[in-house]
């Protein structure tokens, strides 16, 4: 019990800080995204502005009064450091001015291309993988300027931020898995020593509670030699009977909260032990008149502990025909499916809230006081739940249509 618990302790823990790491790559990303396409905009207008022509800014030499615009000193850096080209088309579609001198990656060739193949006058600007692009028309002699803008450098940083980012989560994600593995030592310590102490308690509870039991049982039955059997007896006999069981139990629940590695694994043919065991049920269930039903699927064998299994198989079929209605109908279902073997137990019965059907396997619990006729004490199905855990199994309750359903996944 107590390494699921340290288990789920640390899956919860990791989970918390995988979320919260994805989260500051994510959030350290878009930011350096949107940084990095605004100056990307930012640059492209600059650029449309001066229609990529440096004596176009104001102040300049060379720069008319009419064509000229005002730029601050601020953004002039931003057009000297910048890699772009320029083509000018007129009014027929007819290039007029090629500028590649601002960037050794292109010809003009190669630019004039560029520019007709991207022109959309529904979308003006766009993206290329080496280049980001504006379209400007000027409305004094209808010209129209495409400048493209190589982003080369700024997808580089992008990427290479993009990768420290990604590089340092997944190296603290490591750090933090080794302080969660070396804390949840400490901080379950309190809990594996309660545990420890309750196993204890139940051992020597269960050992003290043998001899006087057993005296009980023995005085009864020397009472019935001398006195005869009268119903007192048999009340006392069956009430000692019911609690040596549920002593034998809780004594297997206790040690069975966690599978020992030494414990010998064999290969097992389930199907034939839950034929068996079926067989040895039959008769309770025909005194109640309860019609089986069962579809079990031939020589499939599975590696486990074989007594545990049996255990397993003992307490679901002794449940249904306790708690089966009388006179319905118990089902039972063995199939194997893709490396996965799959048990059914599905029989009629009283109706069972939702709320209820998590709970059916906790320790002690009963659904209604008519079960405490039944002659259990709600430890069967915990058991059986421990079995299938320590067997790396699951099983879940449903309950539809007047069914109650128990399904088993065992892996093979």
Request: aromatic letters at 12%; hydrophobic letters at 40%; glycine letters at 6%.
């Amino acid at each position: 019990m107590i390494k699921q618990i340290k288990r789920k302790f640390i899956m919860t823990a990791m989970i918390a800080i995988t979320i919260l790491l994805l989260m500051v790559v994510l959030v350290i990303n878009t930011v350096n995204y949107k940084i990095l396409d605004r100056q990307i905009n930012d640059t492209l207008d600059i650029l449309s502005k001066v229609e990529g022509n440096y004596v176009m800014m104001s102040g300049y030499e060379g720069a008319s009064e009419a064509f000229s615009y005002t730029i601050p000193k601020s953004r002039i850096d931003v057009f000297l450091s910048s890699n772009f080209f320029v083509v000018k088309f007129d009014r027929f579609g007819n290039v007029s001015y090629c500028d590649t001198e601002r960037t050794r990656s292109i010809d003009n060739e190669e630019a004039i291309a560029l520019a007709r193949a991207y022109y959309d006058p529904m979308d003006l600007t766009g993206h290329t993988d080496q280049y980001s692009y504006i379209y400007t028309n000027n409305g004094f002699y209808n010209d129209t300027y495409a400048i493209f803008l190589d982003t080369t450098a700024e997808r580089g940083n992008f990427t290479r931020i993009l990768i420290v980012t990604l590089g340092s989560a997944f190296l603290g994600w490591w750090i933090m898995f080794v302080i969660v593995i070396i804390l949840s030592k400490k901080m379950l310590r309190p809990i594996a020593e309660n545990i420890e102490r309750q196993k204890e308690f139940i051992t020597n509870a269960g050992h003290e509670l043998k001899t006087p039991l057993a005296v009980i049982q023995a005085n009864t039955e020397a009472l019935e030699m001398k006195d005869g059997s009268t119903k007192y007896s048999s009340n006392i006999k069956k009430q000692v009977q019911r609690l040596s069981s549920l002593m034998s139990d809780l004594l297997v629940l206790s040690k069975m909260s966690e599978l020992k590695k030494d414990e010998i694994k064999k290969k097992i043919d389930i199907s034939a032990m839950l034929d068996q065991k079926l067989e040895e049920f039959k008769e309770a269930f025909d005194i109640r008149d309860i019609k089986i039903i069962k579809d079990i699927e031939e020589k499939i064998y599975y590696e486990g502990i074989s007594d545990d299994i049996q255990k397993m198989f003992e307490i679901f079929i002794d449940n249904a025909q306790k708690y089966t209605t009388e006179g319905g109908e118990f089902f039972i279902s063995l199939k194997k499916e893709n490396k996965k073997i799959f048990i059914t137990f599905k029989n009629t019965s009283e109706a069972i809230d939702k709320d209820d059907l998590s709970k059916l396997f906790d320790r002690f619990y009963r659904t209604d006081e008519s079960h405490n006729q039944k002659g259990g004490f709600g430890i069967g199905l915990a058991l059986a739940k421990t079995i299938i855990e320590n067997h790396h199994g699951k099983v879940i309750a449903k309950y539809e249509d007047g069914y109650i359903s128990f399904i088993l996944t065992l892996g093979l």
